[in-house]
DNA sequence: CCAGGTGTTCGTTAGTTGACGAATACACGA
DNA sequence: TCGTGTATTCGTCAACTAACGAACACCTGG
């Protein structure tokens, strides 16, 4: 199986970041993420295709914002890398969540 | 003269704003409009051609980050508009800010 | 009025993005 | 082992993006 990759804390970059988050799509599953954490790619409401999807999840586990783990039968648990990032950069991200789960 | 295009507060869209961040370049003007507000936009430090950075001014405009006043000589003033898209995302633009001069 | 300074607009170009279906890889249960 | 469920990868496509120079618009000073 191949690993997949995750940056360290000290990788990350604010821009990389902020782009992940600019897309309605990816800022919506990553609220989701927050609110349930260790949910599984397939149980996210959408219209989308999976490989679509599967494209979004990886854009936001390379920008540090989540990581993944390998679950039962080949499924993918999402956990938020919240509190990590929130060390690198502090109240980004959970003012962002906040913003977004308003609207 | 053509008038400047200004989103109203209640238009703003979070989305818009972080891809308006989004560019290390964008972060950086937004940062330093936010340090000396109402700079004119050649007294910004760049590499970058006028047009080029013309077209960055105008997306920051439109996402409601800033507000460009016709100054002396056709110059044009930016002012942040941190405050108003504060009360709208709060703590958003203050942490983004924060973690870009930090870094 | 003319020249210089400040920005915008236009047209172009190369690179990136988001979307999809089809094919593939992997784990698990029958 | 064979199918089923889950998710990734690949190739394609249209749309968007950032960058540039050239041309234009506008104000101000001489």
Do not use: Y
Not at 24 to 49: H, M, Q, V, Y
Not at 74 to 83: M, Y
């Amino acid at each position: 199986m191949k690993p997949l990759f995750h940056p360290r804390i000290d990788d990350l970059d604010l821009s990389t970041i902020l782009h992940a988050c600019a897309d309605p799509t990816r800022l919506r599953l990553l609220a989701d993420i927050n609110t349930d954490p260790g949910k599984t790619c397939g149980t996210f409401e959408t219209e989308l295709s999976k490989s679509t999807l599967s494209a979004h999840f990886k854009v936001l586990r390379e920008s540090g914002l989540i990581r993944q783990e390998l679950g039962p039968g080949n499924s993918r648990l999402n956990w938020p890398r919240t509190a990590e990032v929130q060390s690198r950069f502090p109240g980004v991200i959970s003012a962002i969540l906040k913003s977004a789960t308003r609207s």
